[in-house]
């Protein structure tokens, strides 16, 4: 969601770092596990010394990489053999959102965490931001830093992102994560009135201009942050306030980028073009060849659960979960998110034994209307 106004999250108890929001530049080395230093994706620039991960002795460290434009992302380590693994926030977020899930897989995946166009710290300059435009953008990203195929956890409109890129080209990646991802609406499900007011007034052009301006220009960005943080999580107990501070300082450093407001609502608007050509979506999803964990927030108020119930009747192939949690688990309940991405890593592409799926939970559908 966009910018909006709101009380600030409560303070609690700090949970684990965040990952670092800064970029450096200049070309080093990166440990790999065991400490022998490793190279970085070729054509970056970079530099190793930012904190390690929670619990790890790998090293984070913030790139950039032209992509017709500069691309910001974190190299977020893992062991050599491991399967890459690239994070694609969603709409109005950044690799921030993933500051949470991304250290509880380190061990498992060599994590890559992207600001896609128009978000975080790539600026969207001249780029289109749609879907689709950032959908190929990922797919440079995949052939030209993560040169190898990869699994691709995508996020609200980074889901959507995700399934483009993977349906556009399969070869490239490996499996899908969606986490709470941008669904057609279910026959029966009830947009939230908050969510349906504010995507009414992105969706008209000139006035979705002027509404986002004049946030971005006399809302504090605490108070902006807190209210979306406070719409996406479905306890604001569970808002972690050093998450607020990061989101905070990446906000100052974002305040001179040109288009800010034109570059989030030509995403939006994509957005709500796809959703309404439902068809195309929907066969999109169902070509699409390699294994996909979705996993939702029951009490989602952006993308309504009936909406990911729907698409787990519609291709049982797929392992479905749900969490209590809002519409970002992997930042509201990291630790259940986590427990369901590293066994379906191991069944779905280490083959492991097929034992390994009890720790998946796929809730019974029966008598579920919105389905």
């Given at each position: 969601m966009g910018p909006g106004q709101g009380h600030p999250a409560p303070r609690r108890r700090r949970r684990q770092p965040g990952l670092p929001a800064g970029e450096h530049v200049g070309r080093s080395a990166r440990a790999a596990p065991g400490g022998r230093p490793r190279r970085g994706p070729q054509g970056v620039a970079g530099q190793a010394g930012?904190?390690?991960?929670?619990?790890?002795?790998?090293?984070?460290?913030?790139?950039?990489?032209?992509?017709?434009?500069?691309?910001?992302?974190?190299?977020?380590?893992?062991?050599?053999?491991?399967?890459?693994?690239v994070y694609v926030h969603g709409l109005g977020g950044s690799h921030l959102n993933w500051s949470r899930l991304a250290p509880l897989l380190t061990t498992h995946v060599r994590g890559y965490a992207l600001d896609l166009a128009g978000f975080g710290l790539t600026s969207g300059g001249d780029r289109r931001t749609t879907v689709q435009a950032n959908a190929a953008l990922l797919r440079r990203f995949l052939a030209e830093v993560v040169r190898e195929p990869a699994v691709l956890l995508g996020n609200s409109m980074g889901g959507m992102v995700s399934i483009l890129a993977a349906a556009d080209d399969p070869g490239a990646v490996r499996g899908l994560v969606l986490v709470d991802p941008t669904l057609p609406k279910a026959a029966g499900v009830k947009l939230d009135p908050v969510v349906r007011r504010q995507f009414a007034v992105q969706a008209v052009p000139g006035v979705g201009e002027?509404?986002?301006?004049?946030?971005?220009?006399?809302?504090?960005?605490?108070?902006?942050?807190?209210?979306?943080?406070?719409?996406?999580?479905?306890?604001?107990?569970?808002?972690?306030?050093?998450?607020?501070?990061?989101?905070?300082a990446l906000e100052e450093r974002r305040a001179g980028q040109p288009r800010r407001a034109e570059a989030y609502l030509e995403a939006t608007r994509s957005i709500l073009r796809g959703l309404g050509r439902p068809t195309a979506y929907w066969a999109k999803m169902a070509g699409l060849p390699m294994p996909v964990l979705l996993v939702h927030g029951v009490h989602d108020r952006l993308v309504p659960i009936g909406n990911a119930r729907a698409a787990a009747q519609r291709f049982p192939t797929w392992q479905y979960a749900e969490l209590d949690a809002g519409h970002t688990p992997h930042m509201e309940t990291p630790d259940e998110v986590a427990a369901l991405v590293i066994p379906w890593l191991a069944m779905s592409l280490l083959g492991a034994e097929p034992g390994a799926q009890s720790q998946i939970s796929t809730p019974a559908l029966e008598g579920d209307s919105h389905a």
């Open positions: 930012t904190p390690p991960l929670h619990g790890t002795g790998v090293v984070v460290t913030a790139r950039t990489v032209d992509l017709d434009g500069p691309v910001h992302y974190l190299d977020l380590g893992g062991p050599a053999d491991a399967p890459a693994a002027w509404a986002l301006r004049r946030r971005l220009a006399t809302v504090p960005a605490r108070t902006r942050i807190s209210y979306v943080l406070g719409l996406c999580f479905s306890d604001p107990a569970r808002i972690d306030p050093d998450l607020v501070d990061a989101g905070v």
